[in-house]
């Protein structure tokens, strides 16, 4: 009878346990990630100038990469560096947007990625949102005039990851940087620096390790 009824309890633990350990692997802290990623940025105006004329810059291809380290089973810390080309245009009265010149943008920050728990092993669409803040690096040239300004920008953004396997799946986002071009950095012109929103939507792979 004993013996009957160790044997049941022995039963009972090992469901127990097979249990909680497949309810922690479905709620398991997820891997570190690296996601590249291409696509598509909308630039804001950079500054406000005389007879009501403007600086901004045109709309261009974005490329980046971001690392994500898992803090718990939905958030982590994330690293992110993005590079883009566009052209830097001036806004004139009668003539309408000019380009004046060529820039670059080297965009990096940090922040926290909150996502929406995932099943282990399910290939289900993860939501996500993510805050942070870091720099935009400008680099400008007209006519042979080169200058340089580095500015704080905030950003937020959301996007979607689905899962292809268990280390690799496809992500989608859309982020908007929010800063303020230092214009009295970068050159002697009289122009009023404004508040600009870069928004950046991008499609790429996120890898797991």
Partial sequence: MIRKFVGILSIAGAVTLGADTA??????TPSISFSPYAGYMRFGGLA???LSTSLSSANAPVYGAQ???PLGPTIS??????????DLRAGIPV??????GKSSVLIYDAGLQFSAPAGYGERSIIP???????AMKYDIDVAGFSRSATNLAFNAGAGIDFPLSRNIG???AAKDYIGKFDFDEATTVNYDPKTSHNVALSAGLKLGF
């Fill in 67 to 69: 690392v994500n380290l």
């Fill in 128 to 134: 996500f949102v993510q805050v942070g803040a870091g």
């Fill in 23 to 28: 309810e922690a692997q479905r709620y398991s």
């Fill in 95 to 100: 003539l309408g947007s000019v380009s004046v």
């Fill in 48 to 50: 406000d100038g005389p």
């Fill in 170 to 172: 496809l992500r989608l």
């Fill in 77 to 86: 810390i994330l690293g992110n560096v993005a590079y883009a080309e566009p």
